[in-house]
């Protein structure tokens, strides 16, 4: 991969319930180099909870970033100096969840009307830790569709210290829109990314939101330094295998779905040698073999309960054969 090229060139967003370590670990299999994130870990969960359960991977995630909820400074910086203890590339603010749960919490999407707690907070993080401090933020909230509100956001919070900015462009409605309407409703405006990376030209922007194609991808990178994507490598992995390529200029990697596949096998059996149940690994892999024939038996076998007994390499099996035989 040629040094030059920023490291948040294409990145798989942090997604609730979805991208734990055990979809990262998967993701990994697919792209070398695509930046990952965790889901969103709220200060008090790493404050007052079991701390190994939040923040324990594996180490083939690298590059790996963790991704934090929270608005009090000195917390912020505790979790931080904790995400760097445990080995993290990165740790990102959440400035984007538009949820009534994180509204209570006072951090999310609301924090943008809020730049200078931010600030404090970001300047608390980079006081403390060596590696890059991130914040992930919409364009704007509820009917505030100003360009210079999120320029005035990014401006001050830049000030702090964070250079990399990660920019779902939408809107955040904090009242009457669910959070997944949040991700739907308000309309995508990337031209307001543009400007950023225009008007803030030596910081690192990246947009998010809505995009799904490689050549979609590809027309952001002529605007911007970076590309998130969210639901769409969630549920059609196997985009991810032509990002190395496409993106990075690395060719030296050749998959196919069968050997990605035998690879998350193995790790299966590990993690159930383990006493951990298989299927927390397998729901996360169901989309592998979307728009291939015989996609459809080869979920519903990893997904049948019946199975939840047997050994990942026999279910493995008998998926492998419900896929050629619906293919035939």
């Not at 670990?25 to 701390?51: C, F, I, K, N, W």
């Not at 073999?289 to 309960?305: I, K, L």
């Amino acid at each position: 991969m040629s040094q030059t090229l920023n490291p948040w060139r294409v990145c798989v967003a942090p997604m609730m319930d979805w991208t734990d370590r055990h979809c990262r670990y998967l993701h990994r299999q697919l792209s070398r180099h695509a930046r990952l994130y965790t889901e969103m870990v709220t200060t008090g969960a790493l404050l007052h909870g079991d701390v190994p359960r939040h923040l324990d991977f594996n180490d083939v995630e690298h590059p790996v970033a963790l991704q934090l909820g929270g608005s009090e400074p000195a917390d912020l910086a505790h979790c931080a100096k904790l995400a760097e203890q445990w080995g993290y590339d990165e740790v990102n603010l959440n400035c984007g969840c538009p949820s009534e749960r994180v509204q209570r919490g006072a951090f999310g999407a609301c924090l943008m009307a809020e730049p200078n707690l931010v600030a404090d907070g970001v300047k608390a993080m980079v006081d403390v830790v060596s590696v890059p401090v991130t914040v992930k933020h919409r364009i704007g909230i509820d009917r505030v569709e100003d360009y210079g509100f999120v320029r005035d956001f990014v401006g001050t919070v830049a000030e702090a210290g964070c250079q990399v900015f990660i920019v779902h462009a939408r809107n955040a409605w904090l009242q009457g829109l669910s959070p997944k309407e949040n991700r739907e409703i308000p309309p995508l405006r990337y031209e307001l990314a543009h400007q950023l990376k225009q008007d803030f030209g030596s910081l690192t922007i990246v947009v998010n939101g809505g995009l799904n194609t490689p050549t979609q991808i590809g027309e952001q990178l002529s605007q911007v330094d970076g590309v998130m994507i969210g639901r769409q490598a969630y549920h059609s992995p196997w985009d991810l295998a032509s990002w190395d390529a496409l993106f990075f200029g690395d060719e030296s990697w050749p998959l196919t779905r069968e050997a990605v596949e035998a690879l998350m096998v193995a790790y299966m059996q590990r993690c159930w040698a383990q006493g951990e149940p298989w299927s927390r690994v397998a729901r996360h892999m169901l989309g592998l073999w979307n728009g291939a024939p015989g996609a459809r038996r080869w979920r519903q076998v990893w997904s049948d309960h019946r199975l939840k007994a047997a050994s990942p390499q026999e279910v493995a099996r008998l998926a492998h054969e419900a896929r050629l035989a619906a293919h035939n």
